[in-house]
């Protein structure tokens, strides 16, 4: 279950049966959406790039997520686990709320367990530059994709995959969520990189943005009012707060 208009994976709680349904419907004050849970055991996010005068447009960034998974050595509790990794321990206040007395179990050597099986940066996942997947292959399927939703040209879409390969090849794959004008090159956040390497990449999105806005506008597409954008920011913060209070 998520939020119908959404941030960063906030208020996305996986269910598990019907009283957990019932739970969630009571205390949210948003409108929701029910979801399939996605089998696929990988993440990315691609961002794509097209201008509107084109047929053929472009991925320009690959991240894969690393999920909050911790492994069992069969001595120590999933929070003694949680603790031993400083990433994850920034999550525990949130899991224990989440899994009460279920972090005290201990887990067999070599089982794994995925404490927040969403891609979010801010719920914990990883964010891992894999932008050397790029190829001309996964290029065509993409394009192949995007090209049928109308009037899309600047975005990042969110996949769940099996495998680089049957990807590549259109095989195995659901698309979680198309993020639009709002998308962030989300590569940027491998920690291997510098702030330096962010606003390069930043500068390099924005600016696609902008000249895709320009060619939009000189085929009839009207640029945002001032006054429009601040009514539409106001709505966003409305939402944010509900979200970010359940």
Not at 10 to 39: C, G, R
């Amino acid at each position: 279950m998520k939020p119908d208009i959404g941030l960063r994976g906030s208020a996305v709680k996986k269910i598990n049966n019907l009283e957990e349904l019932k739970t969630y419907n009571d205390k949210a004050t948003f409108d929701y959406l029910i979801q399939d849970l996605i089998p696929y055991p990988n993440e990315m996010g691609i961002f794509y790039v097209r201008y509107p005068n084109e047929k053929e447009g472009k991925i320009t960034g690959i991240v894969a997520k690393e999920f909050l998974i911790v492994s069992g050595d069969g001595i120590s509790t999933i929070e003694e686990l949680i603790k031993k990794n400083p990433r994850h321990e920034m999550q525990l206040k949130v899991l224990q709320k989440e899994y009460g007395k279920r972090l005290q179990e201990i887990l067999s050597k070599g089982e794994l367990l995925n404490l927040v099986p969403y891609g979010n940066h801010i719920r914990g996942a990883k964010f891992i530059d894999g932008s050397h997947w790029i190829s001309e292959q996964l290029n065509r399927t993409i394009n192949e994709m995007c090209t049928q939703i109308p009037d899309f040209y600047f975005g990042r879409l969110d996949v769940m995959y099996n495998t680089i390969e049957e990807l590549e090849r259109g095989e195995n794959f659901a698309i979680v969520e198309l993020n639009g004008a709002a998308s962030e090159p989300t590569h940027i956040y491998d920690p291997k990189h510098s702030i330096f390497f962010a606003w390069k990449e930043l500068a390099r999105h924005i600016t696609y943005m902008y000249e895709i806005s320009i060619l939009n506008h000189k085929r009839g597409v009207p640029y945002l009012p001032h006054k429009k954008g601040m009514q539409e920011y106001r709505l966003h913060m409305q939402q944010n707060k509900k979200i970010l209070n359940f």
